[in-house]
């Protein structure tokens, strides 16, 4: 299986090092620009070389270039988890079989930015994490998998996080 993973997060990097254990080959990384704006921006450098897979960079994954070079790739699966930007249906199409995302709701519900935040607010007691196949509209594909989260009164956003990451390695491992 050939992946190629965008992300700029600990929940892409994890899949990213899970696909890999896995023996997924691994053909690139993309990811983001540093920017303030994006609160669980990681650098992926070390990740990308520690699978043997090239980083690129980018401001857009619906620009020409990267999306003829996601075409000359040819992934199996391309993997768009926690970024923060819609993608056009030429980015969906680069993947042979499918282009999947994450996202940290129990799907359909959830939709949108900031649901473990909002999942807080609303003191919800479950939330869940949701891989599905990606359409252009946000977060509506078919889900693929869907595991439950449970959210304790005593955790933060932060605790909620360290076990939607586990979870979702675990979705990666069940693949």
Known sequence: ?????????????VCIETLHAGGAEVA???????????????????????????LRVVDSLNTPSVIAELERMGPTYLFVVGWSQLVEQAVIDAAAEATIGMHPAPLPRGRGRAPLAWALIKGLDRTALTMFELTEAADAGP????EPIEIRTDEDVSDVYTKMVETGKQIIQSM
């Open 28 to 54: 690139a990384v993309y990811t983001r620009p540093p920017t303030p704006a994006i609160a669980d921006q990681i650098d992926l450098c070390t990740t990308a070389e520690a699978v043997d897979a090239p």
């Open 143 to 146: 889900i693929i998998a869907q």
């Open 1 to 13: 299986m050939r992946v190629v993973v965008a992300t700029h997060n600990r929940l892409g990097q």
